[in-house]
């Protein structure tokens, strides 16, 4: 299983920048993706999670209206848009998939834990 992510960047406080995350090597529609990201010096934070159908996301309260992730199940890929950057933004943003053990195509994963897969990370600076 492979999570390629890509999109990161050096952007100015304001800018907007879409990271993306190819997978292969798994059922793509059968895994809740999600996004989290690793400031230096602090912990993994989570940052967006999408249903294996695409119809639900979340979003921690922080980053709502902000950030939007999206799926695009027929070519395999997560996308997240980050809009009105702030330095604070600064991380290496990591895709993840998780596989779904569980009927339901609505479902989303917000912890860490429930990911199996995770990509390599691309790194987003923010200027001031």
């Known amino acids: 299983v492979q999570l390629q992510a890509c999109g990161g960047g050096l952007v100015q406080a304001g800018g907007s920048l879409r990271l993306s995350c190819a997978a292969s090597?798994?059922?793509?529609?059968?895994?809740?993706l999600g996004w989290f990201r690793q400031a230096p010096g602090k912990e993994r934070e989570f940052v967006a999670t999408v249903s294996r159908d695409g119809g639900t996301t979340d979003y921690p309260d922080s980053l709502k209206g902000r950030f939007t992730i999206f799926r695009d199940n027929v070519k395999s890929t997560v996308y997240l848009h980050l809009n009105s950057l702030k330095p604070e933004d600064t991380a290496v943003y990591f895709c993840a998939a998780g596989p779904a053990y569980f009927r339901s195509t609505s479902r989303i994963y917000d912890s860490a834990r429930e990911y199996k897969f995770w990509g390599q990370g691309t790194l987003v600076t923010v200027s001031s």
């Open positions: 090597g798994l059922t793509f529609s059968n895994h809740v």
